[in-house]
Structures are given as C-alpha cells and as structure tokens.
C-alpha cells in the first residue's frame, strides 16, 4: 500500500520534471529572444537597411548582406530544388532494390551528417580553387546547395512515400506510363511536403555560416554585386548581364560574425539588430512552413 | 496504325530518357562524398608527409602560426570533447527526459502545440547562439563563477546543448512511440503505475533508438562551428577545465580561413587535416548511429 502512495507521488514529481524539461528549452529561447531584441531594436530602421558596412557603428548597415543573402539563395536555390526533387523521385519511384541504390540511400544519409563546415572546405577544394571560381556568389551558392542536397532529397522522398500505392496502380490501369503517373498523379500529390522541406532547407541555408567563412567570404564588402538588368537610352536599352555570379559577397550571417568579433561595444548593437533581421527572416520561414504541413496534412 | 507505334516508340525513349536523367541527379550525391573525401586527403597527403602521423597524434601542443610549430591534434581534440560533454550533458537529459513526458504523459493537444515550439530551437541560426553564449550566457555565468574567463567552454557548450535538445527529443520520442502498446497495457494489466511503465518498461525497450539519437547529438556537437568560434576562444591548450578560452578543431578552422595564409603552405594544410579528422570522428558516430537505428526498426516494424 505504501509503495502505491509512493509512487503515485513519484508519478506527480515527474510530471512537473517532465513539464519543467520540456519548456526549459523554450524560455532559454524566450530570455535570447528578449536579450537580442533589447540589445538591437534601437539601431534598426530603413538606414540600417540601406547602408553599407562602415567603420563607425552608427552608420553601418546591412545593405550588401541582406543582398548578397538574397543572391546566394538564388544560386543555392537553382543547384539544389531540381537535382534534389529528382534523385528524391529517381530513389522513390524508379529506383530498382539492389547494392547500388542501397549505397547511394547510406551515402545520402551520411552526407546529411556532415558538418557544415565541411562543405565549406569542399567548396574551397571544389569551387574556389578547382573551378576557379575564385570566392565568388557562384561559389558559395554551390557550396550551400551541396549542403542543402541531402536534406532536400530525403523530405522528396518522405513526401513521395506518403502517397499511398493505390494512386500509382490507379494510373497505371489507365495506361499511363511511369513518368506520367509521376508527373501528373504523385507530384502534385506530394508538391506541399515537399516544399515544406525546401523552405526549412533553405532557412538552414539562409542561417549557415561556417561553410562561407571557411570558403574565405569577405566580412567587408561595401558594394554590391553588378546589376544582371541594366538600362540605356540607346539601343537595346536594357542588358543582361551575369557577372554578379562571379562577384566576392557577404551574407547576414558573415556580417553579423563580423560585428561580433569587433572589440568596440558599439558594433555589438549593429550585431543585434543584424539579428532580429536574420531572425524575423528565418521564424518567418519555419512559421510558413509548419502551416503548411498542418494546413495540408492530407489524410489518405 | 503505323504512326501509333511510331508514337510508342518516342515515348518509350521518352521514358528512358527520364528515368536516365533522373538517375544522373541522384548520382550527385555520390560526387559530392567522393569529393569530400578526396579533397580532405589529398592535401593531407602532402601534410603528413612533414608532419609524421605519429607527432600529430600525440604532441600535445598545436602552434601552427608560431615561429616554433608544434601540430598535435589533442589540444584541439580535448577542446571538442570538453565542449561536446558540456553540450550532451545539457541536452540529454533535458531532451530524454521532455521526450518521455511527451510521449507517455502529456497530452496530444499540448505535444502537437510544443514540439514545433521546440523545433524552433533547431532551427535558430548558430551565429545567433554564439552571440548569446558571449554576451548573455558568459556574464550571467560570471555572477556566480567569479574565475570564469570571457571566452570558455562552459557557456559555448551550454547554449550548444540547448540548441540540440530538439535533436534527442524528437529522436527520443520516435523511438518510444516504436514501443507497441501491447507492451505497455501487460505492464498495466500486472497493476504497474504510470511512471513504472515509463521507465521500466519502455524506456529499456526504446534503448538502441535513444543511444542513436545520443550518438547523434554528440555528432552534431562536434561539427558545430560557431557558437565555439565565437564564444569558446582560440587558444588550443590540452585542458579539461570549463572556465578557459579553449579552442575546438571547428572554431581553428574558421580562425585560418579568416586570414590570410597562402594556398599551398603547411599552415594551410592544416585546414584539410583538421577536415579529416572531424570528418572521420562525425562519420564514425554517425554511422554507429544509423546502425543502432535500423536495429530498434527491425525489432518493432
């Protein structure tokens, strides 16, 4: 009868450690939200916005950040949507079952592993000096796609699974042919959890930092990289031009290191408010990304 | 009659062509490991070939940009560890513990409000983490740790732990939900208690996927770079103290990317060496935990 009462008191300790454990992560969370925000408010505004980095504090801004962070997740964007959807469709749908896709499926999983600074080693093997192009937006978009692959690929995967087999039978018995039951029947099917992954993907990609360091990224960039549209009043008034792929950059996240490791106290608050900026962009993001896998849960 | 097997045909090769195309795009990835793989030794060829394997394995200093070079891996070793032990012993029992709350004891309406609240903890960019650990984390700590240095282990791994908790959580609580409830209404029907259930019986039964989970959190602890870049120093010494500057082998390889050592040097080299050795250490954990993995699948699907 005692050892009843006492573990029924045991059961109410734990419940209250189990409580206690589960929200310790989100109020450290809750004091580093309120710490940045406090820390950094004060410097934002449309200046911080549309400044270059500068010597003093107070004129420093988040211009070739926030632009060369909008460049390189184009170019990670470009390398690592279509290759990871299609190995994720070529593994799920086409794949036979023997060694050889089994190595691929262990590889794709050990490449998830690696760490991120890694890449950026990979990109400065691969990229900077292998393909010469030197450190460059092209090259670090590459690198951070290559990060990001593996990731892609296994929420492709999940996706497609989801979809139950009857879909695929269905289509078939009309006569479709394998890439029509997948273009026209599983994709657009699995097209929402597939593009939750991508957006949490690239608001991993948006945050990384140690693969563009190591990649040797400038932390000073007071320009920004060239125009791929330009205008003239002679003809053929507009020209395109892609040589801002092979411009040096700096992402947010460099530049926020950069203000950081400053000794001068007054760059810290340029850090913070670096911060909120980056931070508001990658909530933003995992927030649309958790509607959408509520929003779209389909039930099969 | 003709042009529909004509027609046939062309989409035949359509087909082929696709699936073809399809499977260049998943070889990618096997590209991407062999080159890791490749860049990271060749250029550690040419550094063990002046460094003897022997001296960087057991020296115990690591003063590269110093007039007198001394490349041992342990102090860049132990600042890893110390680092990742402080990060695992923040973020296993707070996640193992959170993981069987969640899984045996709270609700499905306040697990499915909480847990994307916590995967926000995963997702937070590590340059942030890093920040909190220099400027919040370090002088809070000063307050009650007066020897405390400005830059140390103890606050890099601490934040470092808080940001893998969603990692052994969610891990955790997969593999408890793998435990068949069969196994749990026995244990009832033998007039076990709640909490007996949860870690008598499940919890031994979840084993090898919370050990995986574990292995993994120690793995993401060791390639983590930034918040140690940031908020452990960059002093490679062979010490297990907490409240030092330390450095880890991630933080020394963001250090000499920053400036400026010429392509082709030793000191260069060493990025490449550093690579290696971390990428032997996460692949060895990672591939432990994947096998642990499998087996808790095997046994419950």
């Known amino acids: ?300 | 009659m003709i042009q529909s097997s004509q027609n046939k045909s062309i989409r035949k090769l359509k087909e082929k062509l696709i699936e073809r195309l399809l499977f260049l795009c998943s070889l990618f990835s096997v590209f991407t490991t062999a080159s890791i793989i490749y860049i990271l030794v060749s250029e550690s060829i040419g550094f063990f070939k002046v460094v003897p394997v022997f001296d960087f394995l057991t020296d115990t200093q690591w003063t590269p940009l110093f007039t007198i070079k001394h490349f041992g891996i342990l102090p860049l070793l132990s600042g890893t560890l110390l680092t990742t032990l402080i990060a695992v012993l923040v973020a296993v029992p707070l996640g193992l513990t959170a993981a069987v709350y969640l899984s045996e004891y709270a609700s499905s309406k306040f697990r499915n409000t909480v847990k994307p609240a916590m995967e926000i903890l995963a997702a937070i960019p590590t340059v942030v983490y890093g920040y909190f650990a220099l400027l919040f984390i370090t002088p809070f700590l000063k307050k009650f740790i007066p020897g405390l240095a400005g830059f140390n282990a103890l606050s890099a791994g601490f934040v470092m732990g808080i940001m893998i908790i969603p990692l052994v959580a969610s891990l955790s609580e997969d593999a408890l939900h793998a435990v068949p409830n069969g196994l749990r209404e026995g244990a009832y029907a033998l007039g076990s208690q709640k909490i007996q259930v949860a870690f008598w019986i499940v919890l031994p039964a979840a084993l090898s996927g919370i050990t995986a989970s574990i292995i993994l959190a120690v793995s993401r602890a060791v390639g983590e770079t930034m918040i140690v870049a940031i908020a452990a120093g960059q002093q490679p010494t062979l010490t297990f103290n907490p409240l030092v500057p330390i450095e880890t082998i991630t933080a020394y390889i963001v250090q000499i990317s920053l400036g400026d050592t010429p392509h082709g040097t030793l000191e260069y080299q060493t990025i490449f060496v550093c690579g290696l050795t971390l990428f032997l250490l996460t692949f060895g954990l990672n591939v432990i935990s994947f096998k642990l993995k499998r087996r808790f699948q095997e046994i419950y699907e």
């Open chain 1, 1 to 300: 009868m005692n050892k009843i009462i006492s573990n029924k008191r045991i059961n109410k300790i734990f419940n209250a450690v189990g409580l206690g454990s589960t929200l310790f992560g989100l109020l450290i969370l809750s004091i580093l939200l309120f710490d940045v925000i406090s820390d950094g408010w004060r410097r934002l505004g449309f200046d911080f916005l549309t400044s270059y980095p500068s010597r003093k504090p107070e004129q420093a801004g988040i211009l070739s950040a926030w632009v060369g962070t909008v460049w390189i997740m184009i170019t990670t964007a470009l390398l690592s949507i279509p290759l990871g959807i299609s190995s994720g469709i070529y593994l799920e749908e086409y794949a036979p079952k023997n060694r050889f896709t089994d190595f691929i499926e262990i590889n794709i999983a050990n490449l998830a592993g690696v760490p991120s600074v890694i890449y950026g080693i990979l990109g400065l093997g691969l990229f900077v000096r292998g393909m010469h192009l030197g450190r460059s937006i092209l090259a670090g978009g590459l690198t951070l796609g290559l990060l990001i692959l593996p990731m892609i690929i296994l929420t492709t995967r999940e996706a497609l699974r989801a979809i139950p087999s009857s879909i695929r039978e269905a289509s078939y018995a009309l006569g479709a042919t394998r890439w029509q039951t997948v273009r026209y029947q599983i994709l657009p099917a699995a097209i929402e959890n597939i593009l939750t992954g991508i957006i949490l993907a690239m608001s991993r990609a948006i945050g990384e930092t140690a693969p563009l360091v190591t990649l040797g990224a400038l932390t000073y960039i007071p320009f920004l990289p060239t125009n791929p549209v330009s205008f003239s009043k002679t003809i053929p008034f507009a020209h395109f031009s892609l040589q801002g792929f092979f411009d040096p950059f700096t992402v947010l996240p460099i530049q926020i290191f950069n203000w950081v490791s400053r000794p001068q106290k007054a760059f810290l608050v340029d850090a913070a408010a670096g911060i909120i900026v980056l931070l508001i962009i990658t909530l933003l993001m995992n927030g649309l990304a958790v509607v959408l896998r509520q929003h779209h849960q389909k039930r099969w």
